[in-house]
C-alpha cells in the first residue's frame, strides 16, 4: 500500500515538473517577441478598418482586378 502511495506521487512530482519546463518555455517565446518588437504597435490595426483607403489619382480610368478576372474567364471560354 505505501508503495503505491510512492508511485503516485512520483507521477504528480514529473506532472509539476513537466508543466514548469512548458511554462518556461512559452516565457521564453513571450519575452523574444516583446524584443522583436511584436508589440510595439497596438492600436493602428485595430482603427485601421474604420478609415477609407486613399485612391490616388486617376484611379477611376483604372479598371478593377474582378473585371479583369471576368474578361479573361470570358476569353478562355471562347
Known amino acids: 500500500m505505501f508503495n503505491l502511495r510512492i508511485k503516485k506521487m512520483s507521477v504528480i512530482i514529473v506532472l509539476i515538473g513537466f508543466s514548469l519546463v512548458v511554462a518556461i518555455i512559452f516565457l521564453?517565446?513571450?519575452i523574444w517577441s516583446v524584443r522583436s518588437g511584436q508589440y510595439e504597435d497596438d492600436y493602428t490595426p485595430s482603427v485601421r478598418i474604420l478609415?477609407?483607403?486613399e485612391k490616388?489619382?486617376?484611379?477611376?480610368d483604372q479598371s478593377s482586378p474582378d473585371k479583369d478576372i471576368i474578361e479573361s474567364e470570358k476569353s478562355n471560354k471562347s
Do not use: L, T, W
Open 51 to 53: 478609415f477609407e483607403d
Open 56 to 60: 490616388p489619382a486617376g484611379a477611376a
Open 28 to 30: 521564453a517565446a513571450f
